[in-house]
């Protein structure tokens, strides 16, 4: 399937990529791994299948986080936190007049979507997480984490 058109919603340190596929009665924002981008997504034929069934009932909103695909870059030793991701769901809903959405969060963004369920629960109908994690990063209370090489090389 092809890319669905990209727009930008203006935040105040960035600009962030967003598509809206679909016209179904609910909205519904899926939060993806942190590493995403918007038009590559639909060249995967699991995941296109994936994002057109959930278009299928719902008004998709879909967005990179300021520093992934194609919203703003940002200097790699200033990642943003998750809680400045989170408002970039907050910054998107706002552009695209969602007063109220459902969010799917899968890896990475579980933790966007679970944050912004709890800072905005008048805003979030629904929550649903998929793979979701407290932690990668192995550590002293985490020994079975990914080594700091390997999250390095991740990175």
Not at 34 to 55: G, K, N, V
Not at 75 to 101: F, H, K, N, Q, Y
Request: charged share 20%.
């Amino acid at each position: 399937m092809k890319a669905p058109e990209t727009h930008y919603a203006k935040g105040p340190e960035a600009h962030v990529a967003y598509q809206v596929v679909g016209d179904g009665p609910i909205d519904l924002v899926f939060l993806g791994e942190w590493f995403c981008h918007l038009e590559l997504q639909w060249e995967d034929p699991t995941l296109a299948r994936l994002l057109r069934r959930l278009a299928s009932f719902s008004r998709l909103i879909l967005f990179d986080p300021r520093g992934s695909g194609l919203s703003d870059p940002v200097a790699l030793g200033a990642l943003p936190t998750v809680e400045e991701w989170t408002d970039d769901l907050r910054i998107v809903m706002e552009a695209v007049g969602s007063e109220r959405a459902a969010l799917v969060g899968a890896g990475g963004g579980a933790n966007m979507a679970m944050l912004f369920t709890a800072t905005h629960p008048a805003r979030v109908s629904a929550l649903a997480v998929i793979n979701a994690y407290a932690r990668i990063a192995q550590g002293p209370d985490f020994p079975d984490g990914v080594s700091a090489d390997l999250f390095e090389t991740f990175l």
